[in-house]
T-cell receptor
Framework: DAGVIQSPRHEVTEMGQEVTLRCKPI?????LFWYRQTMMRGLELLIY????????DSGMPEDRFSAKMPNASFSTLKIQPSEPRDSAVYFC?????????????FGEGSWLTVV | GQNIDQPTEMTATEGAIVQINCTYQ??????LFWYQQHAGEAPTFLSY????GLEEKGRFSSFLSRSKGYSYLLLKELQMKDSASYLC????????????FGTGTRLTIIP
């Protein structure tokens, strides 16, 4: 079975450039999460969607970050303009509907370096 | 704010038993999760506790005491492949799927 698929796996970009991270959740999962992981702050939730609708975006750092989920099988996280402090691993994750289990499945992550 | 504490690092011997503790002070509680994360890889689910007591799953067990805001992950018959970071996470509100993670405990298994 295909897991959560993220792209790109690695990206190095210059400060000020736009970065778009992509995610395909596991089929049948109606929750999608975007997490960010750094050494200093650990794993932090940025935003999550349920049935393509953003439910909690309280973790989105600032207006430079935006996330969309146009359909059940695709989501994007965009950073514009990017800054060096955005360097982190960005994980997308998904899970089954309520009542069908609590496990969140993570993708392999997108390793972002902003120079 | 939400506060989840775990030891930063631990070392244990192959074949032995190790207990990784997690304490939490959160605005609410609706479940505690343990995840394993090998270096450079994604976190993978280990266990879930929502009621007090012990949940056993093979070599791994997880315990919860809601009144004490305390959980532990117990790993038995340690193997070298158990060297990884172990993340404790709390879901604070029913109906909100946000998990708040601790910074993780890096466990090193030595021969």
């Amino acid at each position: 079975d295909a897991g959560v698929i993220q792209s790109p796996r690695h990206e190095v970009t210059e400060m000020g450039q736009e970065v778009t991270l992509r995610c395909k959740p596991i089929s049948g999962h109606d929750y999608l999460f975007w997490y960010r992981q750094t050494m200093m702050r650990g794993l932090e939730l940025l935003i999550y969607f349920n049935n393509n609708v953003p439910i909690d975006d309280s973790g989105m750092p600032e207006d430079r970050f935006s996330a969309k989920m146009p359909n059940a099988s695709f989501s994007t996280l965009k950073i514009q303009p990017s800054e060096p402090r955005d360097s982190a691993v960005y994980f997308c994750a998904s899970r089954l509907p309520q009542g069908s289990g609590n496990t969140i499945y993570f993708g392999e992550g997108s390793w972002l370096t902003v120079v | 704010g939400q506060n989840i504490d775990q030891p930063t690092e631990m070392t244990a011997t192959e074949g032995a038993i190790v207990q990784i503790n997690c304490t939490y002070q959160t605005s609410g509680f609706n479940g505690l999760f343990w995840y394993q994360q090998h270096a450079g890889e994604a976190p993978t689910f280990l266990s879930y506790n929502v009621l007090d007591g012990l949940e056993e799953k093979g070599r791994f067990s997880s315990f919860l005491s809601r009144s004490k805001g305390y959980s532990y992950l117990l790993l038995k018959e340690l193997q070298m492949k158990d060297s990884a970071s172990y993340l404790c996470a709390v879901r604070t509100h029913f109906g909100n799927e946000k998990l708040t993670f601790g910074t993780g405990t890096r466990l090193t298994i030595i021969p």
